[in-house]
C-alpha cells in the first residue's frame, strides 16, 4: 500500500472513531459504486450523514480543508443520492459534512469536524 | 466564530468616500469571498491576502471567511484594500484585537510575500480620511512621506503584513525587510529654463509676463523657428510659488495618476504638454470603471501647453472649454461622477498655416487661401475667445540679435519679481469679491460705475468697437489685459498706453 493511502486509511479510523464516540452510529465505510467511493456513513436522531474525510501529516501544502474542492463536493451529492437508492432507507434529512484530520508523525492526530457544507 | 470591521477609503476622482470593511468566519469549508461591488484588480485581493497572511506566519482561518466592503452599491476600485481585509479577516480571527484595528483607518496594497506596496492614490485617500474625522492611518512604509503631508493625521507607515499586526498588539517577533519604496519623483518643471535665454522677442517677453500676472490664457502664433516652444517652457517659471491649499491639490492630482510624490509638497506649478495625438480622454481624464485624471487636470495650478494645436482633433480642444469656463472639469459615466480640478493656464501655440511660412518676412507660403483657412479654422471659435492674449511671434533676424545682444535682458527672478507684485496689486484691489485674478473679473463689473475708466483712456478700443474691429466680448478682454499692465507698471489705473498695449495683445493676429 502507498504511503498516501496509509496516511488517508489512517484519518478514516481516526475520523470514524470520533464520530462513534459523539453519538454517530456507522452504517458504512468506503462504500463505492461506479461513479466514486464515499468515505463514511452515518446516521445520528434519524438524519443520514455523508462524510468525506481528508487527512494531511502536515499543514505544509494547506489545510485539508482546502483540498476539498466544489467539484468533489458535487460528485459527494450524486454518491449521496446514489447511496439512499440502494440502501432503500428512507431518510428524514441527508446532510453532507467534512472532516479534516491532520495527522503530524508522533503527535496525536487532530481532527476537525464541518457540518452541513454543501 | 468571529466578525471584525475596519475602515479604507474609496477614490471617485479626487473625492474619497470612507469604505466599511467587515469580515465574517463562518463554519464551512475554506474560501475567501469579496463582496460589495469590487473591480476586477480588487477581486484579487482574496488571493494577494491569502499569501500574505500566509507568508507572515499568520495563515487565515481555515473556514470560510465573507469579507463585505460597505457601501455595497459603491463601486470600489484598485488594489488599496488589501491591507483593511487582512487585518478585518485577522482581527475576527482573533489574532488582533479587534478593537485595535476598528479605530485605525488601514490603506495600502499587499505583495504576495506580506510586505506593503506604495498604492496610487494615497494622499487624495488620507486627505478624504482627515475630511471626515479619522485621526490615525496606516500605510505602506513606502507611502508614509506622502500620508504626513496631510495637517492633523497621525501616519503609521509599515513595512509589512507582520508589522501590521505586531503594532495592532499581536504576539510576533518582528522580522526586517526590505521596504518596497516608491519610484523617486523627478523635477516636473525644469527651473534652468530662464528668460534670459530669450533674444529679442519684446512684445513675446511682456505677453508672458500679462498672462502670468494675470492668469490669462495665451495663443501663440509664428512660423517654426520663431520661439514658441522655448516660451511657452518659461511660462511656469514666472509663475508665483504654489500656496499650500495649491499643492496639496497638484500632489494629490500626481498622487492619483499614478506619479511619484516626494516627501515635501511641491512649490514650484506644474507644466503638462502632452502631444497632439492626445485623446479627449488623455487631456481631461476618463476611463472605464476608474475614472483618472487627464492632462488638464495635472496641470492645474500651473500650465497646460499644446504645441501644434491645430493639430489636435477638434472634439479634443472643445473639451477644454467647460474647464476653461468653470476651472472644474467633470466627468460623467454611467456609474459615477468625477470632478478634477481645472483652474489651468492655457497655452496653445500654431504655425499660420500647414507649410508655417505664412505672414514670415524671409519666406514665401506655398499654401492656398483655402488650406491656410481650414488650418487654423480647425481652432473653434468658442474656443479662441476665452483666450485673452492672441500673438504673433516673429523669426527674429540677425540684426535684432546683434541688437538685443547690447541691451540689457530681463531675468526669469526679475519678472517673477514683478508678476508676484502685480498679482498682489490685482488682488488687493479685488478683496471682498470671489476673484483674484484680472482674468476671472467679468467685464461687467470692469465696465460698472467703479471700475470705469475715462473716455479719453478707453478711447482706442471705443473706436475699434465702433469699426466692428472688435466684438463686445473682446473690449471687455481687452479692459482685463489693461488692468493687469497697469498692474504689472504699479500704477492703479490703467492709461491710454495701457490700452493700446493691450488691443495689441489681444488683436496681433
Known sequence: MARKDEVGRRGEDCAAEYLTRSGYTLLERNWRCSQGEIDLVVAKDGDIVFVEVKTRSGTGYGHPFEAITVAKLARLRRLAGAWCEQSGLRARRIRIDVIGVIARSGHEPVVEHLEGVF | ?509
Request: charged share 20%; aromatic share 2%; proline share 6%.
Open chain 2, 1 to 509: 466564530m468571529g466578525l471584525a470591521r475596519t475602515r479604507s477609503v474609496a477614490l471617485i476622482g479626487l473625492a474619497g468616500s470612507i469604505v466599511e470593511v467587515e469580515a465574517d468566519i463562518s463554519s464551512q469549508l475554506p474560501g475567501l469571498r469579496l463582496i460589495g461591488l469590487p473591480d476586477a484588480a480588487l477581486a484579487e485581493a482574496a488571493e494577494r491576502v491569502r499569501a500574505a497572511a500566509k507568508n507572515s506566519g499568520c495563515a487565515l482561518n481555515p473556514h470560510k471567511l465573507t469579507v463585505n466592503l460597505s457601501p455595497a452599491a459603491l463601486r470600489k476600485h484598485g488594489s488599496g484594500f488589501d491591507l483593511a481585509i487582512a487585518l478585518a479577516c485577522l482581527a475576527a480571527d482573533g489574532v488582533v484585537p479587534a478593537e485595535s484595528v476598528g479605530a485605525v483607518l488601514h490603506i495600502g496594497e499587499l505583495a504576495l510575500d506580506g510586505r506593503l506596496r506604495p498604492t496610487p492614490g494615497m494622499l487624495p485617500a488620507v486627505i478624504a480620511a482627515a475630511r471626515s474625522g479619522y485621526r490615525t492611518v496606516m500605510v505602506p512604509a513606502g507611502n508614509a512621506d506622502e500620508a504626513a503631508l496631510v495637517p492633523g493625521i497621525r501616519v503609521i507607515g509599515v513595512a509589512s503584513l507582520r508589522d501590521a499586526l505586531i503594532w495592532h498588539g499581536a504576539r510576533l517577533e518582528p522580522i526586517a525587510v526590505d521596504v518596497l519604496s516608491a519610484p523617486a519623483e523627478e523635477d516636473s518643471v525644469d527651473e534652468s529654463l530662464d528668460l534670459i535665454d530669450v533674444v529679442g522677442n519684446d512684445e513675446a517677453i511682456l505677453a508672458l509676463q500679462v498672462a502670468a500676472a494675470g492668469g490669462h490664457h495665451v495663443f501663440m502664433l509664428g512660423p517654426p523657428g520663431a520661439g514658441k516652444t522655448m516660451l511657452a517652457a518659461r511660462l511656469p517659471g514666472l509663475l508665483p510659488e504654489l500656496d499650500r491649499a495649491a499643492a496639496i491639490e497638484v500632489s494629490s492630482l500626481r498622487s492619483l495618476a499614478g506619479l511619484p510624490v516626494g516627501r515635501s509638497l511641491p512649490t514650484r506649478p506644474p507644466l503638462e504638454s502632452p502631444h497632439h495625438t492626445a485623446t479627449a480622454a488623455a487631456l481631461i481624464g476618463g476611463g472605464s470603471g476608474l475614472i483618472r485624471p487627464g492632462a488638464a487636470a495635472r496641470a492645474s495650478h500651473g500650465v497646460l501647453f499644446l504645441d501644434e494645436a491645430p493639430e489636435f482633433p477638434a472634439s479634443v480642444l472643445d473639451a477644454l472649454r467647460q474647464p476653461l469656463e468653470s476651472g472644474v472639469i467633470t466627468i460623467h459615466r454611467a456609474n459615477s461622477i468625477a470632478h478634477f480640478p481645472g483652474s489651468f493656464q492655457l497655452v496653445m501655440a500654431a504655425n499660420p498655416c500647414a507649410c508655417g511660412q505664412s505672414g514670415a518676412r524671409d519666406t514665401e507660403c506655398t499654401c492656398s487661401p483655402m488650406a491656410k483657412r481650414r488650418y487654423l479654422g480647425r481652432i473653434s471659435g468658442p474656443l479662441l475667445d476665452r483666450i485673452d492674449i492672441q500673438l504673433r511671434v516673429q523669426r527674429i533676424t540677425s540684426a535684432r540679435v546683434r541688437v538685443s545682444e547690447a541691451e540689457p535682458r530681463l531675468s526669469t527672478r526679475e519678472a517673477r519679481t514683478r508678476v508676484v507684485a502685480a498679482r498682489a496689486a490685482a488682488a488687493a484691489r479685488l478683496v471682498g469679491t470671489s476673484w483674484t485674478l484680472n482674468s476671472h473679473v467679468p467685464g461687467t463689473w470692469l465696465r460698472g460705475q467703479r471700475m470705469r475708466l475715462g473716455p479719453k483712456t478707453t478711447a482706442s478700443i471705443d473706436r475699434a468697437l465702433e469699426r466692428g474691429g472688435i466684438t463686445m466680448r473682446g473690449y471687455d478682454r481687452v479692459l482685463r489685459l489693461s488692468w493687469t499692465l497697469a498692474d504689472l507698471d504699479g500704477d492703479s489705473i490703467p492709461s491710454a498706453d495701457h490700452v493700446g498695449r493691450a488691443l495689441y495683445l489681444r488683436k496681433a493676429m
